[in-house]
């Protein structure tokens, strides 16, 4: 019996690894192309055969970007804007997803509806009318305009996955503080929100992520160079009349390395011993 | 909860503050620039916006340099420039209009100027050339809607003929084609090589339908024929049909490059740099771009062929950089000042060398006319033909270009016959006037 | 709060003193508000607030760019739903939505196992983490011209296969194709959403569950699926209004095209807004897109209710 689950686990191991291969050709195989264009000039991008590797292999797109104040700058306003984003999102939802997980009250329906449906707009149509509300706030061109538009798009996706992350944990956990003469905000803090850390660090990373990436709004908010942000530097690199290819793809390359950072960084509450176990019970 | 949780939350927590308290700061004190419009400060000195996509596409700082200039003969006026990327400038120049906050000199694509026009976005440059006194003889055309001015080319870029020497040689063909019939079967010859060789490519995306105006009806003007009659669509008159006959016959005999239908100008540049493309109609403005990706390349530049037989007057399609000035501007006699400015004989001169473009001043020159060989021929062909584009100033013009484009592609998959196809968008087009 | 299980009356076990269930209420209720007072205000302001512009434009004749604006009710209603283009987009949209999401969840949710197995060790599983999170960290248009590139007929992937397909450009394949990519670029959402949700399940419900017996596949059925169901629910109505809304990743790639099998609603209404300069138009379609998306909402909510 012990030798047949030893070459059971040993099959599903190398059924496993093989998943995994293909899986990350999958993932990762584009996402190589694009490395290796970022070290060519741009002829060889389009040559045929392709290769990963050519003689011009250099830096110097690279050299480009980061010699360019401009593009630094563009950097800069990206992870003011994405972190402050980030921190306010996630305050903000967690309040919201501990009334809507917690509590019943009239209008919550109504409520849950119209927090769902805002993102339901299409924002091409949306964008004129609040650039327009924008203007007349007199936010235009600075870091509070992207920052409030970025945290209005990113509340509604916060706000249902913390309510769900929130749903998955019995309410007697709150309830057991509450006899102890806790209030709500003790209950949520104290109790709920440690245990969703790994909720929390995934949601915190997209609403990075969306913060960072967006392109319409950042465009129409902003008018000077020294506040744009990335995704506009890189569409500042697609000209009328020529794209400068592998400045496209050095520039995507960098622009995805913060993200990747922070993710790495914070995949540890993913794999957490933190939580499996020790509550449900 | 254990204690690492508990140190877990706390951390959490007081990080959370602290980056909370530090972005509510940065979001009350932060902001960036000028975040009005163009101001008039006391004294008389003024700043003015000038929204366009040039800047990025100009070598680096050569187009600062030549503003500067501007405000150096023009003390008291500042010139704020506000680079965007081309794709989004039709919409960002529309948020703005309908916000307020447009730029107060901007640049302009002929598809767009009727409809800015009409909807009151744009001012009219022949008032405000009135009201400066202004000498319009030297400008090479200005775009006009209802009589008057509302855009004026600053510099163009025509699309000629460019052809791979080295693969025409290598089908037996040794001088680029003048007619039709000498381009199809140039084309036939370099696609009988093999490979991934095609004698023509025609790049038809709806994204940027532009390929509908310099691939397809080019042909038509070339010819000398017109889209239009008397301003209003002809789509099935005799130039037309035997143009997009033509086009499906290319189409039949396999010589057009693969991808057509979601092909953009920059990948038609790329096929033809890779050498794996004969013959296409291009932008003036690729000439460097194509020799600095493949100096290996020997190609030329020649007249977009015509019908077989036809001796008239050729038309070349182009495409320009035009300026207008906003309508809500508050500073229009200082914008129209940058826009004669930049109109000027040298200027303009110095603004096409940059660009690799013909002028918008009929008296200027651009340096690279007498550097170069291919430019001269391309001067050469530009003075011999006649700036043909009908599209520009006609209402809608894109949606126009994208309309016909949908039914020339449903005519070359084979859906329908090219007088269906030249029937359906005549219906469109007419609906849209 | 159920009423199956009794409530332990908190209150009157600390304070001693019995409040009327009214006042309870009316307390509880303000309290909600009170969590929920920075999402109402900020979403008030800044949303809802353009949001009755763009249905008011769509009530009008000649919205924002028109010299007059009247007010003409029902009409563009009429026009956008009796123009076949729409139709042809929503039927797009569903398709690219729908297999899009489904997709994802698969994706996604393999993926999540995969890589919260113990069969491997932690540090190739971390290392696969972050191969698979990848196309989740790019921009939408770099992700447009990437796949174009790789998609050209002279491109890579043709290379590789050894064919010449034109995947993007074919009207037989084109909406394949964008769904693909739309696939590849979306799955990591689902991926690292579920592997959060993986880490809530308690090891002891897997080893009660082997216990009984149940071999691999009957514990993913009857243990997994179960507990990460109100993630997966918010997940796929997400992904299903925001791809939905997907436009910058299909206008770069096809623009709508070839003819228009790629023509979806956000293409559609784009083209009304700045092609035509028809926003009343644009707003008309923008609305209908809101409805249909408020009817997945109020389902989503029943099910929310239903669960409490």
Redesign the interface.
């Known amino acids: 019996m012990a030798m047949s689950i030893q070459t059971r686990t040993r099959a599903a191991r190398v059924g496993l690894v093989i998943g995994l291969l293909i899986g990350a050709v999958f993932a990762a195989g584009p996402v190589l192309w694009m490395l290796s264009n970022s070290f060519k000039s741009n002829t060889e991008i389009f040559e045929l055969p392709p290769r990963l590797i050519t003689e011009s292999f250099s830096l110097d797109a690279y050299i480009a970007i980061f010699t360019d104040p401009e593009t630094v700058r563009f950097f800069i306003n990206s992870y003011v804007v994405a972190f402050a984003v980030t921190a306010l999102t996630l305050l903000v939802a967690i309040q919201a997803a501990y009334a809507l997980s917690r509590f019943d009250f009239r209008g919550k329906r109504v409520l849950n509806v119209i927090i769902v449906s805002v993102q339901a707009v299409p924002p091409i149509t949306l964008l004129i009318p609040y650039f327009g509300l924008m203007v007349g706030l007199g936010l235009y061109n600075t870091y509070a305009a992207l920052i409030l538009t970025y945290m209005v798009f990113t509340l509604p996706y916060a706000i249902i996955m913390m309510t769900g992350y929130f749903n998955t944990l019995p309410k007697e956990l709150d309830e057991a503080v509450r006899v102890d003469g806790a209030g709500s905000m003790t209950a949520l803090w104290r109790v709920l929100v440690p245990i969703s850390v790994p909720g929390i660090v995934s949601v915190g990373i997209y609403t990075f992520m969306i913060a960072w990436n967006e392109y319409l709004f950042a465009l129409t908010l902003t008018r000077t160079i020294d506040m744009r942000t990335v995704p506009i530097g890189i569409q500042l690199l697609m000209g009328q009349h020529s794209y400068e290819w592998n400045q496209i793809m050095a520039m995507s390359v960098l622009g995805s390395i913060p993200v990747l950072i922070l993710f790495l960084f914070f995949q540890r509450y993913f794999i957490s011993g933190l939580t499996a176990g020790s509550v449900k019970s | 909860m254990t204690r690492a949780g508990q140190g877990h939350s706390k951390a959490l927590k007081i990080a959370g503050a602290a980056i909370a308290a530090g972005s509510l700061m940065l979001v009350t004190g932060c902001s960036g620039g000028s975040s009005d419009g163009a101001t008039g400060d006391a004294g008389g000195d003024v700043t003015i916006e000038f929204a366009q996509w040039w800047e990025p596409e100009l070598p680096d700082g050569e187009f600062r340099a030549l503003i500067d200039k501007f405000e150096a003969e023009n003390p008291g006026i500042t010139v704020e420039l506000v680079s965007g990327p081309y794709a989004s400038t039709k919409e960002q120049l529309f948020a703005g209009a309908a916000s307020g906050t447009m730029p107060d000199v901007v640049g302009l694509d002929g598809a767009w100027v009727n409809d800015f026009a009409s909807q009151g976005v744009i001012a009219n440059l022949t008032d405000l050339m009135a009201d400066a006194g202004y000498d319009d003889s030297q400008l090479a055309s200005q775009i006009q809607v209802d009589g008057g001015t509302y855009m004026i080319p600053v510099v163009n870029f025509v699309y000629p003929m460019f052809t791979n020497d080295d693969l025409l040689a290598e089908a037996g063909v040794t001088t680029p084609p003048t007619n039709r019939t000498e381009f199809a079967d140039a084309a036939q010859k370099v696609t009988a090589l093999g490979g991934d060789v095609s004698g023509w490519v025609l790049p038809l995306s709806l994204e940027a339908p532009n390929g509908v105006q310099n691939d397809v009806m080019s042909w038509v003007w070339a010819s000398g024929g017109s889209m239009l009659n008397d301003g209003q669509p002809d789509l099935t008159n005799a130039d037309v049909t035997s143009a997009v006959d033509y086009i499906q016959g290319l189409w039949d005999d396999g010589v057009i490059a693969a991808g057509s239908f979601t092909m953009k100008e920059q990948d038609k540049v790329e096929e033809f740099t890779n050498g794996r493309v004969g013959m296409m109609i291009d932008s003036l403005a690729h000439i460097n771009l194509i020799r600095e990706t493949n100096p290996d390349l020997n190609f030329s530049i020649s007249a977009i062929p015509a019908e077989d037989g036809y001796d008239g007057e050729r038309g070349i399609p182009y495409a320009s950089w035009g300026i207008g000035v906003a309508e809500n501007s508050e500073h229009k006699d200082a914008a129209f000042k940058l826009v004669s400015f930049l109109m000027s004989e040298d200027v303009n001169s110095e603004l096409s060398t940059m660009a690799n473009a013909f002028p918008g001043n009929t008296q200027s020159v651009p340096d690279f006319v007498n550097d170069d060989e291919l430019f001269k021929t391309a001067f050469d062909i530009y003075q011999a033909s006649y700036p043909a584009n009908e599209f520009t100033g006609l209402p809608v013009a894109e949606e126009l270009m994208r309309l016909f484009g949908e039914q020339l592609q449903a005519a070359l998959d084979g859906q329908q016959s090219v007088d269906e196809a030249l029937q359906k968008a005549q219906d469109a087009w007419v609906a849209e006037f | 709060?159920s009423l199956k299980t009794p409530v332990?009356d908190?209150e009157v076990?600390?304070t001693g003193v019995p409040q009327s269930k009214r006042r309870r209420?009316l307390r509880?209720?303000a309290?909600?508000?009170a969590?929920?007072s920075?999402?109402?205000i900020?979403?008030f302001v800044?949303?809802?607030?353009?949001?009755v512009?763009?249905i008011g434009?769509s009530l009008q004749d000649g919205a924002?760019?028109?010299?007059d604006h009247e007010f003409v009710g029902l009409d563009n209603y009429m026009a956008v739903l009796t123009n076949p283009s729409f139709w042809n987009a929503t039927s797009n949209t569903v398709i690219f939505t729908v297999t899009s999401v489904v997709a994802h969840l698969i994706i996604g949710l393999?993926?999540a196992m995969?890589l919260?197995?113990t069969?491997?060790g932690?540090v190739?599983?971390?290392i696969?983490?972050?191969?698979?999170?990848?196309?989740?960290?790019?921009?939408?248009?770099?992700i447009a011209?990437?796949?174009?590139?790789?998609l050209?007929?002279?491109?890579?992937i043709n290379?590789l296969l050894n064919t010449?397909i034109?995947w993007?450009?074919?009207?037989q394949l084109?909406l394949g194709t964008v769904t693909f990519i739309n696939i590849?670029a979306g799955y990591p959402?689902f991926m690292?959403?579920l592997?959060?949700?993986l880490?809530?399940?308690?090891?002891?419900?897997y080893e009660a569950a082997s216990i009984d017996g149940a071999g691999p596949v009957q514990r993913f059925w009857n243990v997994t699926v179960p507990?990460l169901r109100?993630?997966i629910?918010?997940?796929v109505?997400?992904d299903l209004?925001?791809t939905?809304?997907q436009?910058?990743l299909i206008?770069?790639?096809?623009?709508?095209?070839?003819?228009?099998v790629t023509e979806v609603?956000?293409t559609f209404?784009?083209?009304l807004?700045?092609?035509?300069?028809d926003?009343s138009q644009?707003?008309t379609?923008?609305v209908l897109?809101?409805l249909?998306?408020?009817v997945?909402?109020?389902f989503?909510?029943?099910h929310?209710?239903a669960?409490?």
Do not use: C, H
């Open positions: 709060m332990l908190t076990i600390v209420q509880r209720t309290e909600s508000y969590f929920l920075p999402t109402m900020l979403l800044l949303m809802i607030i353009p949001i512009m763009v434009y924002i760019i028109g010299k393999g993926f995969m919260n197995s069969l491997i932690a190739p599983r971390a696969f983490r972050g191969l698979y999170v990848l196309p989740w960290l790019f921009t939408v248009a770099v011209v990437l796949w174009r590139m790789l050209a007929p002279n491109g890579v290379f010449n034109e993007l450009a074919s009207p084109a590849w959402f690292v959403s592997l959060a949700g880490q809530g399940i308690p090891s002891d419900l507990q109100p993630i629910v918010s997940l109505l997400l209004i925001w939905s809304q436009f910058a206008w770069m790639t096809t623009g709508g095209g070839p003819i228009n609603l956000s209404t784009y083209k807004a700045f092609a035509k300069y926003f644009a707003a379609s923008a897109v809101l249909m998306s408020m997945l909402a109020v989503y909510v029943r929310q209710k669960r409490d």
